[in-house]
């Protein structure tokens, strides 16, 4: 049976080091977190914040791997003792989905924790209203965008009503009013039940008047701050803001200014001419309940047309899953459009024409760059230099120039440091800034990102913005698909533009 009440979680000299890293990532950490506790977790990117997360729901040294030291405990027992004791929301929520329908898929760890069939149903339709899912449980998980998948994982820790919920950045994927409907059932299914919560966000304005604690870690994973979210703030708020951390109330920073060198096309169009042109483009995706005559399909984007010129941010915005990343693909010649096409400037045409996605993969890396919005599906090679190297080295380009892009690229976004690190032990702030990185050292004339300053702290957004800023005006033709309001003024104001969806279609 799924329990309710809260528990206690002991964190008692916890030091992990990442196997590859020469520094741990958190280094003798103490915290009690006392049962029904509402706590928020903050500090800089890559300040060991996730790490953190997994620890407490028992997961270092079971999913990663490094060398670990010291205890945590909830309700003195080892997390893993009791399943379903801890609800563990991840940073990339793709990475929880199990199944293939939703319900199946926010039904797997009722299963896992032997919930009587009978009451899985209610649970499950319980959950799924909790987390503002759009559709039924007869969805296809493999259709869902990242902010829909966001909350079928969310979805899935809710119906556990674990005595611990972890949420590490639930809603950093979601338009405003989705994430206020999140963090208002969120609050109100820990209320009702007695949770233990803790959540991690970089944005913490809107979590602030709602938790009881804020522990705040420095960029050695240190606590430097612990107390009521409020009396924290007020106390050292000019210094947590130099730290990285979203300050509410404080004004935005401005993007970093870049050497456009590091930013410069290699291949090149007229000022201002259109770089890529999308017309009429639809994309449908398949039948959710399997492929029979007469199901409904899915329609993601439908007549969309837009175009990009040298030298111009474009700005996507809407709603979760209102087709932002399936054009942004379509756009990067990756996803084949079933109706309409993408086509490239004449000078850029490829050996079979000017339509995007039938260009040879060399012809499309020279020309244009993707940015995924999840970046671990971006990520191809093991260390961190490798992995900005690729493009460069397919498109045999002189190695020891593209090596020195890649290095200032890696100083510019403070992962100088980790260059010879596992990519794959990088945090999800980090691992968005290196792709970003990868997608520029090759110099594109078309980049196209998607949700690039998602888990940034304010210094590392500073670097992005700058970065896809220093490219729009070296010449390149910048896509962005965002629900970050604040990285939306600053890449279209001035230089740039905004297009918004809504269900596929530009509105």
Same mark, same amino acid.
Request: glycine fraction near 12%; charge should be neutral; include cysteine.
């Given at each position: 049976?799924?329990?309710?009440?809260?528990?206690?979680?002991?964190?008692?000299?916890?030091?992990?080091?990442?196997?590859?890293?020469?520094?741990?990532?958190?280094?003798?950490?103490?915290?009690?977190?006392?049962?029904?506790?509402?706590?928020?977790?903050?500090?800089?990117?890559?300040?060991?914040?996730?790490?953190?997360?997994?620890?407490?729901?028992?997961?270092?040294?079971?999913?990663?791997?490094?060398?670990?030291?010291?205890?945590?405990?909830?309700?003195?027992?080892?997390?893993?003792?009791?399943?379903?004791?801890?609800?563990?929301?991840?940073?990339?929520?793709?990475?929880?989905?199990?199944?293939?329908?939703?319900?199946?898929?926010?039904?797997?760890?009722?299963?896992?924790?032997?919930?009587?069939?009978?009451?899985?149903?209610?649970?499950?339709?319980?959950?799924?209203?909790?987390?503002?899912?759009?559709?039924?449980?007869?969805?296809?998980?493999?259709?869902?965008?990242?902010?829909?998948?966001?909350?079928?994982?969310?979805?899935?820790?809710?119906?556990?009503?674990?005595?611990?919920?972890?949420?590490?950045?639930?809603?950093?994927?979601?338009?405003?009013?989705?994430?206020?409907?999140?963090?208002?059932?969120?609050?109100?299914?820990?209320?009702?039940?007695?949770?233990?919560?803790?959540?991690?966000?970089?944005?913490?304005?809107?979590?602030?008047?709602?938790?009881?604690?804020?522990?705040?870690?420095?960029?050695?994973?240190?606590?430097?701050?612990?107390?009521?979210?409020?009396?924290?703030?007020?106390?050292?708020?000019?210094?947590?803001?130099?730290?990285?951390?979203?300050?509410?109330?404080?004004?935005?920073?401005?993007?970093?200014?870049?050497?456009?060198?590091?930013?410069?096309?290699?291949?090149?169009?007229? @000022?201002?001419? #259109? +770089?890529?042109?999308? $017309?009429? *483009?639809?994309?449908?995706? =398949? &039948?959710?309940? /399997?492929? %029979?005559?007469?199901?409904?399909?899915?329609?993601?984007?439908?007549? @969309?047309?837009? #175009? +990009?010129?040298?030298? $111009?941010? *474009?700005?996507?915005?809407? =709603? &979760?899953?209102? /087709?932002? %990343?399936?054009?942004?693909?379509?756009?990067?010649?990756?996803?084949?459009?079933?109706?309409?096409?993408?086509?490239?400037?004449?000078?850029?045409?490829?050996?079979?024409?000017?339509?995007?996605?039938?260009?040879?993969?060399?012809?499309?890396?020279?020309?244009?760059?993707?940015?995924?919005?999840?970046?671990?599906?971006?990520?191809?090679?093991?260390?961190?230099?490798?992995?900005?190297?690729?493009?460069?080295?397919?498109?045999?380009?002189?190695?020891?120039?593209?090596?020195?892009?890649?290095?200032?690229?890696?100083?510019?976004?403070?992962?100088?440091?980790?260059?010879?690190?596992?990519?794959?032990?990088?945090?999800?702030?980090?691992?968005?800034?290196?792709?970003?990185?990868?997608?520029?050292?090759?110099?594109?004339?078309?980049?196209?990102?998607?949700?690039?300053?998602?888990?940034?702290?304010?210094?590392?957004?500073?670097?992005?913005?700058?970065?896809?800023?220093?490219?729009?005006?070296?010449?390149?033709?910048?896509?962005?698909?965002?629900?970050?309001?604040?990285?939306?003024?600053?890449?279209?104001?001035?230089?740039?533009?905004?297009?918004?969806?809504?269900?596929?279609?530009?509105?």
């Amino acid at each position: 049976m799924p329990r309710t009440g809260g528990g206690r979680v002991d964190v008692r000299g916890l030091t992990w080091r990442p196997s590859g890293r020469r520094v741990p990532v958190l280094a003798g950490l103490d915290l009690r977190i006392e049962p029904g506790e509402k706590v928020l977790l903050a500090g800089a990117s890559g300040s060991g914040k996730s790490t953190l997360l997994r620890a407490i729901a028992g997961l270092l040294q079971t999913t990663d791997v490094g060398e670990l030291s010291g205890e945590v405990s909830v309700d003195g027992r080892h997390p893993q003792e009791r399943a379903g004791t801890v609800g563990l929301l991840l940073q990339d929520p793709s990475a929880a989905v199990v199944a293939d329908r939703v319900g199946r898929d926010v039904a797997f760890g009722l299963e896992n924790t032997r919930t009587p069939p009978d009451l899985m149903p209610g649970l499950v339709a319980g959950a799924l209203r909790a987390a503002g899912f759009p559709y039924d449980e007869r969805r296809s998980t493999r259709t869902l965008s990242g902010g829909e998948t966001q909350r079928l994982a969310l979805a899935g820790a809710l119906a556990l009503r674990p005595q611990v919920l972890l949420l590490d950045e639930p809603t950093s994927m979601l338009d405003a009013d989705n994430a206020a409907r999140v963090r208002r059932s969120v609050l109100a299914a820990c209320e009702q039940q007695g949770t233990t919560l803790v959540v991690v966000e970089h944005q913490i304005g809107p979590w602030v008047e709602h938790l009881d604690r804020c522990v705040v870690l420095d960029r050695s994973g240190a606590v430097i701050a612990d107390g009521r979210p409020g009396e924290v703030l007020a106390r050292l708020g000019e210094s947590l803001a130099a730290e990285g951390i979203w300050v509410p109330d404080l004004p935005a920073p401005r993007p970093l200014s870049v050497d456009p060198v590091l930013v410069t096309p290699t291949l090149h169009v007229p @000022v201002g001419e #259109v +770089l890529l042109a999308a $017309e009429r *483009v639809g994309v449908t995706y =398949g &039948s959710p309940f /399997g492929g %029979s005559a007469g199901e409904p399909r899915n329609v993601a984007l439908d007549d @969309v047309s837009c #175009v +990009l010129h040298e030298g $111009e941010s *474009v700005v996507l915005g809407g =709603g &979760s899953g209102a /087709g932002k %990343s399936t054009l942004l693909a379509a756009l990067a010649g990756l996803q084949a459009p079933d109706r309409g096409a993408v086509h490239i400037h004449p000078r850029l045409a490829g050996r079979k024409g000017r339509v995007l996605h039938r260009l040879t993969s060399p012809e499309l890396a020279a020309r244009v760059a993707w940015v995924p919005q999840l970046p671990e599906h971006g990520l191809v090679t093991h260390t961190v230099l490798d992995e900005l190297l690729v493009s460069a080295r397919a498109l045999g380009q002189p190695a020891a120039a593209a090596e020195r892009r890649a290095r200032a690229l890696l100083e510019h976004l403070g992962l100088a440091a980790l260059a010879g690190s596992s990519v794959h032990h990088l945090s999800g702030g980090e691992q968005r800034r290196l792709v970003v990185a990868a997608a520029l050292v090759h110099g594109p004339a078309g980049l196209l990102l998607d949700e690039p300053t998602v888990g940034q702290d304010r210094n590392t957004w500073a670097a992005v913005t700058g970065l896809c800023l220093a490219a729009r005006n070296a010449g390149a033709a910048v896509g962005v698909a965002t629900h970050d309001a604040v990285a939306t003024h600053a890449l279209v104001s001035p230089g740039g533009r905004t297009l918004t969806l809504e269900r596929g279609r530009l509105t």
